[in-house]
Nanobody
Framework: QVQLVESGGGVVRAGDSLRLSCAAS????????TGWFRQAPGKEREFVAA????????YYADSAKGRFTISRDDAQNTINLQMNSLKPEDTAVYYC???????????????????WGQGTQVTVSS
């Protein structure tokens, strides 16, 4: 079992930055693929970024490339999402997930993740 707790969300203006964190308990993150997804009202949960347990490879949605950076701190058993140049369309609840997906296709699917946090709200005003 893995318990995940996200933090760091908030209300910011377009162009600002936020750093989300996800703390894990129960097992170490290094044995899981860990990812960030987001869900806006009325929309499906969508992939943002992930770190694979296989070699620590990172993956990003096109919307996140160049602006967001995912990282893992094994000592703290946390993963972080540094979000820069935020846009109003980034507004959503951001969720941290953990699972064993390790292919380019499966790592982007929410259903491949077995554990989820409760989410943290990010609101970007124009």
């Amino acid at each position: 079992q893995v318990q995940l707790v996200e933090s760091g969300g908030g209300v910011v203006r377009a162009g600002d930055s936020l750093r989300l964190s996800c703390a894990a308990s129960g097992r170490t993150f290094s044995t899981y693929t860990t990812g960030w997804f987001r869900q806006a009202p009325g929309k499906e949960r969508e992939f943002v970024a992930a770190i694979s347990w296989v070699g620590g490879a990172t993956y990003y949605a096109d919307s996140a490339k160049g602006r967001f950076t995912i990282s893992r701190d094994d000592a703290q058993n946390t993963i972080n999402l540094q979000m820069n140049s935020l846009k109003p369309e980034d507004t959503a609840v951001y969720y941290c997930g953990a699972g064993v997906a390790n292919t380019l296709t499966t790592i982007r699917r929410a259903r491949e993740y077995d554990y989820w946090g409760q989410g943290t709200q990010v609101t970007v005003s124009s």
